[in-house]
């Protein structure tokens, strides 16, 4: 009955290659996200999405993309990684945007580019 | 800019009270939350303010002054499973979350 799965938990990849991260929720919440948190434990929003659409795309580079089949699901894929995206990745669900909803978060992706 | 700031570490003893303090500022303000982060696990929903004053919920309390952009986190007979990371952000006027870099809490027997 996990609420915000994400798979996979680790991953361990070579610089160049291309990756993907998925991620579901199945608490019925319009909202996705995807946040980065590097080592010295800041989280950065990436992307949000409500209801398949895209409405937040900060300062990220286009090897990232995310893709939002459903509402329930937010992938992220990265193209050419590099050593700078070794770091945890969470999704994230809320209901809503524009409000005070909390996010619910999966359990991360840690990823480590050698 | 925007900016959050909260204590990188401290440290407590089980049964005692600690508070983390959390001070902000934002372009506009909806709000602030706490969420704790124990190693190596996602970050989970504490507590929520918009109002001035104090929220309690069981051992832990929030509390918040808009007018000094602070917010503080009260923990209350700390158990040993209260060592983690308590992450303080705070809601612009655009409803985006500028997060804190998290208070590592480490308590001692």
């Known amino acids: 009955d996990t609420a915000v799965s994400q798979t996979p938990k680790y991953l361990v990849t070579q610089m160049g290659n291309d990756k993907s991260i998925k991620c579901e929720q199945n608490?019925?919440?319009?909202?996705m996200y995807w946040y980065k948190q590097d080592s010295k434990k800041f989280l950065k929003i990436m992307f949000s999405y409500n209801n398949k659409e895209l409405i937040i795309n900060e300062t990220v580079p286009n090897r990232f993309s995310p893709k939002s089949p459903d509402k329930a699901h937010l992938n992220l894929h990265i193209n050419s990684l590099e050593l700078g995206d070794s770091a945890v990745y969470f999704c994230?669900?809320?209901?809503?945007?524009?409000?005070?909803?909390?996010?619910?978060f999966g359990n991360g992706t840690r990823l480590t580019v050698t | 800019g925007q900016n959050i700031d909260q204590p990188t570490e401290m440290t407590a003893t089980e049964g005692a009270i600690v508070q983390i303090n959390c001070t902000y500022q934002?372009?506009?303000?909806?709000?602030l939350f706490w969420y704790q982060q124990h190693a190596g696990e996602a970050p989970t929903f504490l507590s929520y303010n918009v109002l001035d004053g104090l929220e309690e919920k069981g051992r832990f309390s929030s509390f918040l002054s808009r007018s000094k952009g602070y917010s503080y986190l009260l923990l209350k007979e700390l158990q040993m499973k209260d060592s983690a990371s308590y992450l303080c952000a705070a809601m612009d006027s655009n409803y985006q979350l500028i997060w804190g870099a998290g208070t590592k809490l480490i308590i001692k027997p």
């Open positions: 994230a669900s809320s209901q809503g945007t524009g409000n005070s909803s909390p996010l619910h």
């Open positions: 608490l019925g919440h319009d909202t």
């Open positions: 934002t372009s506009g303000f909806n709000g």
